[in-house]
């Protein structure tokens, strides 16, 4: 699971998109972010191309998945609350391993 | 709802010494249950996993785990911690729908002292 950027510095308002892209022909993918203290709480996920659903946490966030490989995650309008570090992750079905990123930590200003 | 808990934030423990973590969860059913490490400035490796039949589940870098079901518990085990061990654990949990998420746990932050 590749994540392009590892460090963003954005304004608040800003339009902020990160990039996830699997080689593993996985059929799900998710978008957690990760806050001290707070463990990974789930943003988005996906179950196929074309198929998106809600996390734990969606507010302020979008993501599309038309291709199997491409899951990126859109901050329509970045708020200093969405400072965090964000994982993309990727698995075949429910009973084997979630593979992550290497995240991106992502500071509004 | 299910959810995870990880009572410990941060764990300090001499090296050689044994070291346990503590996983608590809820759960409708029998649970997929997962232990993750974070080390520092890195994306999240797996260290073992439970779905089914022994409770007792080896993982990599000598670690293990026992599934306890009467406890609701997944306790990370390792006889003798090595330095290089210092990071993040997280437990984790396969959410009720089958679709792969995760429920994780706030995390187990480990310290090694020389």
């Known amino acids: 699971v590749t994540q392009s950027s590892r460090y963003l510095v954005k304004r608040t308002g800003e339009k902020v998109f990160l990039e996830c892209v699997q080689d593993m022909d996985h059929e799900n993918m998710f978008w957690y972010r990760q806050d001290p203290g707070m463990g990974l709480k789930l943003i988005y996920y996906s179950v196929g191309a074309g198929i998106t659903d809600k996390g734990e946490v969606p507010n302020g966030y979008n993501v599309s998945r038309s291709t199997t490989e491409d899951f990126p995650l859109r901050l329509e309008l970045a708020a200093p609350s969405q400072t965090s570090v964000y994982f993309c992750a990727s698995s075949s079905d429910r009973n084997t391993e979630a593979f992550f990123g290497q995240g991106t930590r992502l500071t509004v200003v | 709802a299910q959810s995870v808990t990880q009572p410990d934030i941060h764990i300090t423990v001499s090296e050689g010494a044994s070291l346990e973590l503590r996983c608590n969860y809820s759960?409708?059913?029998?649970?997929?249950l997962f232990w993750y490490v974070q080390s520092p400035g890195q994306g999240l490796q797996l260290l073992l996993k439970?779905?089914?039949?022994?409770?007792l589940v080896q993982g990599i870098k000598g670690f293990e785990a026992e599934f306890k079901r009467s406890q609701s518990s997944f306790n990370l085990r390792k006889p003798s911690v090595h330095w290089s061990d210092a990071a993040e654990y997280f437990c984790a949990v396969g959410a009720l729908s089958n679709t792969g998420k995760l429920i994780f746990g706030q995390g187990t932050t480990l310290q090694v002292k020389p």
């Open positions: 439970y779905f089914s039949g022994d409770t």
């Open positions: 759960y409708g059913a029998t649970p997929y």
